[in-house]
């Protein structure tokens, strides 16, 4: 079974659930950054917006295809290119297609500003 190149490296720090602030607040807070080695990203295709209310779709703003396996999780943080971006819903598994290989896992990610 052959594997596909995984020649770019980004970052993902792990959403901390639970976590609080010095008096106890609950606040957002995620883990220390961990390089992740990648196949690579690229822009979603322009039909992913959902323009029907009834339809149960995920908008995003960046597609990131990883090795299988790759670990991932709602509201991680993954640094692409320099960019921040939040992980939306959990991986996609391309693996069990009819290849000789496992094509690996798409990961929806959203930019953060601010």
Do not use: C
């Amino acid at each position: 079974m052959s594997t596909l190149p995984t020649p770019y490296t980004v970052t993902r720090a792990a959403f901390t659930p639970g976590a609080t602030d010095a008096h106890g607040n609950p606040v957002d807070a995620w883990g220390t950054a961990q390089s992740v080695a990648v196949h690579g990203w690229a822009p979603p295709p322009a039909d992913t917006d959902p323009n029907d209310s009834a339809r149960s779709a995920v908008v995003r703003d960046l597609d990131l295809y990883a090795p299988a396996g790759t670990v991932g999780y709602p509201q991680d943080r993954w640094g692409v290119g320099g960019v921040t971006y939040e992980q939306v819903g959990y991986p996609e598994d391309y693996t069990k297609g009819p290849w000789q290989w496992a094509a690996g896992v798409r990961i929806n990610l959203k930019r953060v500003e601010g």
